[in-house]
C-alpha cells in the first residue's frame, strides 16, 4: 500500500524521536532553509554531471579516469 500525502501538515513537520527537529522555531526555520539550499545545489550538481555526461559522451568513472590517468605512476 502507498502512504498518501498528508496535506494538513507544513513541510518539515514530520513525527521524529530522535530530536532532529529543534524546538526553537527560528532555530527550526534556519535549518529548513540550509536543508532546501542544500537539496537544490545537489540537484543542480546532478544536472551538470548529466550535461558532462552528454558532451563528452563518457560516464562519470570514464571521466574521472581520464582526468586522474595523467598523475598516476606508469
Keep these: 500500500?502507498?502512504?498518501?500525502q498528508d496535506y494538513?501538515?507544513?513541510p518539515g513537520e514530520i513525527p521524529t524521536?530522535?530530536?532532529?527537529?529543534?524546538?526553537d522555531p527560528a532555530v527550526f526555520k534556519t535549518k529548513q532553509l540550509?536543508?532546501?539550499k542544500n537539496?537544490?545545489?545537489a540537484m543542480i550538481a546532478v544536472l551538470g554531471e548529466m550535461m558532462a555526461q552528454q558532451v563528452s559522451g563518457q560516464g562519470t568513472y570514464e571521466q574521472l579516469g581520464s582526468i586522474v590517468a595523467p598523475f598516476?605512476?606508469?
Design 1 to 4: 500500500m502507498l502512504s498518501r
Design 8 to 10: 494538513t501538515k507544513v
Design 17 to 23: 524521536f530522535l530530536g532532529f527537529k529543534p524546538d
Design 34 to 36: 540550509k536543508e532546501l
Design 39 to 41: 537539496g537544490r545545489l
Design 72 to 74: 598516476l605512476p606508469a
